[in-house]
């Protein structure tokens, strides 16, 4: 996923590990979110939810949108351990 993202592949996933912390499911007007999310391990959501794909791409500025927030994600350790250690010095106030 994060190499889908990184080059605007925009990813169909179920809401589960790694994927959950890394593809955001877009809002009702799409305008936030890089992906498209189903929770359960049902063939009926993940027919919905290619079929949410398939309509929103024929948006065009929308997919196109999609795409640029998912490549705009930031995975590198640096980022990684920014938060990290923002989190550490939350912990220890």
Aim: without cysteine; proline residues 2%.
């Amino acid at each position: 996923q994060m190499y889908a993202l990184a080059y605007g592949t925009v990813p169909i996933v179920r809401a589960t590990g790694g994927l959950v912390d890394t593809v955001t499911p877009l809002n009702a007007d799409k305008t936030e979110g890089n992906g498209f999310v189903f929770k359960n391990y049902d063939a009926k959501e993940l027919t919905a939810v290619v079929h949410e794909a398939a309509e929103s791409f024929k948006d065009k500025e929308t997919w196109k949108s999609i795409m640029q927030r998912g490549m705009k994600a930031d995975f590198s350790w640096a980022a990684s351990a920014k938060q990290y250690s923002e989190m550490y010095y939350d912990v220890m106030k």
